[in-house]
């Protein structure tokens, strides 16, 4: 028997005006999840724990088996683990994005908005010669060694930073994908000390960094500048329960989001990078699928994730939102669930949307999310109902992300 399990990062929406009182999810032409759905389990899963703001972190790290509320500490620590790196004895990591800042150059930077959490979702090369010209720029250097502040760069709008004795007591960081086309006087670091050595951080990062010629080249060419950089996610550490030991398979993850590695390396899964995965809605679904199939020809599970839906809505992008499940469905499932049958092989599959991204603001919503639950062997009646939200209501109720595991292992 093989597992997998796919998340369609920010696939589940709410009803949108411009589609007639329908969701993305009722709106797309997805034949094959509205197949498996009909013939497997249709329900709604409460993937976001009471007391957390709504996000990917805590929604697949329940996902995955892992209480929040046990063993969250942060975003950005399970991003450092999937870099291999190490969090230095009473020090911290944080999210550091790039980011695109409205407002002339010279108005207070209070008075800026947040035009895109990733810079119009900069290419990876551009981004981190970006970041590590700014850490070693002779004006911000000096003020990065005195916050005891290194970066890694990640290859796209998401770098890490680490800082050295770091105070998280009452801090408060503001997740910029969550407050697009908003002044940044309401979303400023705040809460303690440090909250304002990051704050002064960003804004000599958006001095410096709005004439830098990467950023006068992009605005030639139509994009986005990446003139900011915004630190969230902050934590302090890890440690997850192992994968393996409680659900009695072995296997891998294939994302290109470091968060998803990083939950992977934690509870001991192997993290899988496609090179041509883009964490967009144009990334290479085929060879994501082909890697899963490879770590099912020797393990007994595997997780794909796919983040294109969840950024088209921050970009509010409906049309590549809908394109990205339909993608999903016919070049991800479909061709997944054939190869199998192919080798003879019974299965199980779960599939769902993490959280709930909102085309109506391009926030994170906490509201239940549908999951579908299929069994190859088809050995009880299925839902009769396709893939959606308004349907998922009218199947099974799961109260926690943590009780999925349990569910799609169960034989």
């Known amino acids: 028997m093989k597992y997998i399990l796919i998340i369609g990062d920010g696939m589940a929406d709410e009803p949108l005006p411009e589609l007639g009182g329908r969701t993305p999810l009722e709106e797309c032409e997805k034949p094959f999840f509205d197949s498996l759905s009909r013939r497997g389990t249709l329900g709604l899963v409460q993937t976001i724990p009471e007391g957390f703001p709504p996000g990917s972190d805590t929604a697949i790290m329940g996902i995955f088996g892992c209480d929040p509320a046990k063993y969250f ?68 250097a000096p003020l990065a060694a005195a916050a005891g502040m290194s970066v890694r760069p990640g290859s796209s709008f998401r770098h890490l930073a680490v800082q050295e004795r770091a105070d998280l007591e009452g801090i408060v960081l503001a997740p910029p994908h969550d407050h697009l086309g908003e002044k940044l006087r309401d979303i400023l670091p705040r809460g303690n000390a440090n909250a ?20 006068k080249r992009r605005r030639e060419l139509g994009l986005l500048p990446a003139n900011g950089i915004w630190f969230w996610a902050e934590g302090k550490g890890a440690v997850l329960p192992n994968f393996t030991q409680r659900y009695g398979a072995d296997g891998g993850v294939v994302s290109a989001v470091p968060l998803c590695h990083g939950i992977a390396a934690l509870v001991g899964l192997e993290p899988v990078s496609v090179p041509t995965a883009t964490g967009e809605w144009d990334t290479d679904y085929e060879a994501k699928t082909a890697a899963a199939l490879e770590i099912l020809a020797g393990h007994d599970f595997a997780a794909i994730h796919l983040e294109g839906p969840d950024e088209a809505t921050h970009n509010h992008d409906l049309e590549h939102k809908i394109y990205s499940v339909e993608c999903l469905s016919e070049r991800v499932a479909k061709p997944l669930c054939e ?41 009880t009646p299925g839902s009769g109902l396709a893939y959606s939200e308004a349907n998922g209501e009218r199947g099974p109720f799961l109260s926690s992300g943590t009780e999925l595991m349990p569910l799609l292992f169960r034989a």
């Open 73 to 140: 500490s942060g975003r950005a620590p399970l991003e450092l683990a999937a870099s291999g790196g190490v969090m230095p004895a009473g020090g911290a990591c944080y999210r550091c994005n790039m980011v695109t800042l409205g407002g002339a150059g010279g108005a207070p930077f209070a008075e800026r908005t947040m035009v895109s959490h990733s810079a119009g979702s900069i290419e990876g090369g551009e981004s981190d010669e970006l970041i590590e010209w700014l850490f070693n720029n002779p004006e911000f």
């Open 196 to 215: 304002a050595v990051l704050l002064g951080l960003m804004e000599k990062a958006s001095e410096l960094l709005e004439s830098h010629p990467i950023n």
């Open 339 to 379: 190869a199998l049958r192919s080798r003879g092989e019974d299965f199980r599959l779960l599939i769902l949307s993490d959280h709930r991204t909102l085309m109506r603001n391009g926030a994170h919503g906490a509201a239940p999310v549908p999951f579908m639950l299929y069994d190859s062997r088809e050995l």
